[in-house]
């Protein structure tokens, strides 16, 4: 149980193009979805914590405008890159909690590779 | 200066050795969690602790929170657990993960 996917698992664009990654909890409802990205030989850093209805929460340095996040239901979180630029290439990973954050069990999505070129 | 440190940042060993890696942290947390990243960049979470110690299969993970210390131990290890080995700290609430930088594991066979 506790299954998270990512959807797509890899993407490639066009400089100035927009890009839409899924995240979803397959089995379980998600009370809250972190969206966190990984720069090559870098740890994961958190970008925006998103909870179901309501809008999400962007760590400082990240711009709420360019990386929309939507939490539609309690299964599904996407985050859309918009006007993506070379420096957004990154791998992009959602993890879904059933508690409360760090009380919580987080799951792990398998990511997403984006390269913008 | 990064709320999560791990040592040692890489680390080689031959199969069947004990395997300790290290997480010193430096705020009140509310859990610790340990994850395991393969190359594909794929994440697991392998344990989700706020006090005292967790053993799952060949993997024991310890917390002292006074200490603000965690260790993760794999006994017998084996190639198939070569992989990333990550701390991360939640603060609580609704608060997302904070990372250290990993440990980057190699056993040989």
């Known amino acids: 149980g506790a299954v998270v996917s990512q959807h797509p698992s890899w993407v490639i664009c066009k400089s100035g193009t927009s890009v839409k990654i899924e995240c979803r909890s397959l089995?379980?409802?998600?009370?809250?979805m972190f969206w966190y990205r990984q720069f090559p030989k870098q740890s994961l850093m958190l970008m925006a914590t998103s909870n179901e209805g309501s809008k999400a929460t962007y760590e400082q340095g990240v711009e709420k405008d360019k990386f929309l996040i939507n939490h539609a239901s309690l299964t599904l979180s996407t985050l859309t890159v918009t006007s993506a630029h070379p420096e957004d290439s990154s791998f992009y990973i959602c993890?879904?909690?059933?508690?409360?954050?760090?009380?919580?069990?987080?799951?792990f999505g398998p990511g997403t590779r984006l390269t913008v070129t | 200066k990064n709320e999560v440190e791990q040592s040692p940042q890489n680390l080689t060993a031959q199969e069947g050795e004990f395997i300790t890696i290290n997480c010193s942290y430096s705020v009140g947390i509310s859990a610790l969690h340990w994850l395991q990243q393969h190359p594909g960049g794929g994440i697991v979470s392998l344990f989700m602790l706020s006090s005292g110690k967790k053993k799952h299969g060949r993997l024991i993970a310890t917390i002292n929170i006074q200490e603000k210390h965690s260790s993760l131990h794999i006994t017998a290890s084996h190639p198939r657990d070569s992989a990333v080995y990550i701390c991360?700290?939640?603060?609580?609430?609704?608060?997302?993960?904070?990372f250290g930088k990993g440990t980057h594991l190699i056993i040989q066979p």
């Open positions: 991360a700290i939640g603060l609580g609430g609704a608060d997302g993960l904070t």
């Open positions: 089995d379980f409802q998600a009370t809250t």
């Open positions: 993890s879904a909690t059933i508690g409360t954050g760090g009380l919580g069990e987080q799951y």
